[in-house]
């Protein structure tokens, strides 16, 4: 974790992709007092399901849904 004021931050802009690399995190002050934080994006390795899957985990319906709908709009 880095600390850097706001006025070295201006100053660093064009290597802050590499200082973010390098320290993993970056603490952005003004007046001494933290403001904001600076992190890399997390990875995100885990792969969405496919909408099979997805139907798959469902649980099935006693009823049909399209008798649902028709008694519905009977209803109204």
Do not use: C, F, W, Y
Not at 26 to 36: E, G
């Amino acid at each position: 974790m880095k600390s850097l004021s706001l006025s070295e931050i201006g100053a660093q802009l064009s290597k802050l992709d590499h200082l973010v690399k390098l320290e993993g995190e970056i603490i952005i002050t003004l007046d001494n007092k933290p403001i904001a934080r600076l992190l890399p994006p997390r990875q995100n390795t885990k792969t969405k399901p496919s909408h099979a899957d997805l139907r798959a985990m469902m649980p099935k319906l006693s009823t049909p849904s399209e008798q649902l709908i028709r008694e519905e709009r009977e209803v109204r």
